[in-house]
């Protein structure tokens, strides 16, 4: 009996390690697109604050040039406040001499004080002499030293100047690109609207305007009656027919899209609001809407629609377009939507 239990238990297939490798597949795959983001983000913030530091060097710069300079005006104005006191003291001898002179003139008994006088005036006078000459040396030297830093501001300034229009530049080439986008993505939107109306225009002469078949906005919609049994997402045959129509319309505009136009059709499925059944063989709404828009999409599969371009989606009850509650509305909201769209 053991080895009859270990028999069958062999026979038991473990899908746990498929499902976590598929699993692990996705998450590297989610974790590659993000580090492909990030690296992206990094290189972006790396060109932003190098210009970011480039120009705070520049304007640091200017700040220590524009200090320097303050200094040295300020020593300038100090030397010339210094020249202009040598001078009034050089005028100061000048007329005490003058004044020695004439008493020498007016009186010989005192010719000796007053040479000696002289004697002293003479030697200040030459003394201011040569601090006036090293004053003046000191302020041809401070006007080579702000010429110097003048040129030097000059520079940092057409620098910062060029910097500047390579920015205005580049943000100009940034927005035009960004025109140029936005009306090449028009022209598109315009182009497939255009199929689109063909598309649905087509579908309009194949199906004859049935009532339960109708266009709500860009989408074209089938109530769920006219494909599947109630509860089921297996197509019946009058559906079958309907979608093979749709399918021929389709194919017949297809070779007519540019090739530049990356289209697809999506495939919406939608219920009522009614619970599903304890113990059917959908668990709710999500699972019934999901089921039914697949299977519109492999039976356009199976009739030679391309299956990239092919998209399903379900919605449960929570994209209506009846409101309430009564059995009107909720036939309104059971439904298959088609919607020729740009991926």
């Known amino acids: ?62 700040a220590e040039l524009t200090q320097l300079l303050a200094l040295e005006r300020s020593n300038s104005q100090d030397a010339n406040d210094q020249i202009a006191a040598l001078q009034a003291s050089l005028a100061s001898a000048v007329a005490e001499k003058s004044r020695l002179q004439q008493l020498l003139d007016e009186g010989a008994g005192a010719s000796d004080a007053a040479e000696a006088r002289i004697g002293e005036l003479s030697e ?83 199906l004859s305007d049935r009532e339960n078949i109708r266009i709500v906005g860009d989408r074209f919609v089938f109530q769920s009656e006219v494909l599947f049994p109630s509860g089921s997402d297996e197509l019946n045959t009058a559906g079958r027919e309907e979608l093979s129509k749709l399918a021929s319309a389709l194919l017949e505009i297809a070779p007519e899209i540019p090739d530049d136009i990356n289209w697809v059709l999506r495939v919406d ?53 009846a409101e309430g509650n009564s059995p009107e509305a909720r036939a309104q909201n059971r439904r298959i939507e088609f919607k020729l769209t740009e991926r």
């Open 269 to 321: 499925g939608h219920t009522d609001d009614v619970p599903i059944r304890a113990g059917g063989q959908f668990a709710d709404n999500w699972e019934l809407s999901t089921a039914r828009a697949n299977s519109v999409v492999r039976y356009l599969i199976s009739q030679g629609v391309p299956a990239k371009r092919l998209v399903a989606a379900g919605f449960a009850e929570y994209q209506p377009i």
């Open 1 to 62: 009996m053991a080895l009859g239990r270990n028999r069958r238990s062999n026979r038991n297939v473990d899908y746990w390690p498929g499902f976590v490798d598929a699993l692990s597949t996705l998450l590297l795959a989610i974790m590659f697109l993000l580090t492909v983001f990030v690296i992206g983000q990094f290189i972006l913030t790396r060109e932003i604050s190098g210009k970011d530091e480039v120009l705070n060097r520049l304007n640091s710069q200017i």
């Open 124 to 206: 200040d006078l030459e003394a201011e002499r040569q601090l006036s000459a090293r004053a003046q040396s000191q302020i041809a030297l401070l006007n080579q030293q702000i010429s110097a830093l003048r040129a030097q501001l000059a520079a940092v300034e057409e620098a910062l100047e060029v910097s500047e229009a390579k920015d205005k530049a580049s943000q100009a080439r940034i927005a035009d690109l960004g025109r140029r986008l936005n009306v090449a993505l028009a022209q598109k939107v315009q182009e497939l609207n255009r199929y689109r109306s063909d598309f649905f225009g087509r579908l309009r002469q194949i």
